[in-house]
């Protein structure tokens, strides 16, 4: 594989990492309907990730992304659904792999500049994705 395939398999790696634990807990503090909503992304990208061989993922990622997206509209001005949905989305650009990748690679990382204008301290996990995508 090449540097810049190398590169977004690892960024895609790394943002699900990072992301995962945190955007569930902070759904789950506010009880608008959210959390569970999130669960359901969650358990679905789970299955896709963890479930389906690899040649399958990146159909079975188009599903879950148009669930997360569902969830973004839903939920206006919250940060947690577009954490998902980058998540989601950086998960996706791993099963794509090479070239194919990079379009999804930005906008998984313009989803996660948005659900920072909205809540600032999402800006602690980017910069730990950022610091994770430099060369060792």
Known sequence: PTQETKLMQRFARTLSILILSLSSAIAVARDDG??????????????????????QQEAAFTHVEAMADAVVTRYPGRAEPLVWLAIITSSDAGATGGIGALGKVKEARRLLEQAEEIDAWFNVSMAGVYCNLLPA
């Open 34 to 55: 959210l959390g569970q909503a999130i669960l359901d992304i969650q358990h679905a990208w789970s299955h896709v990730h963890y479930e389906i061989p690899k040649d």
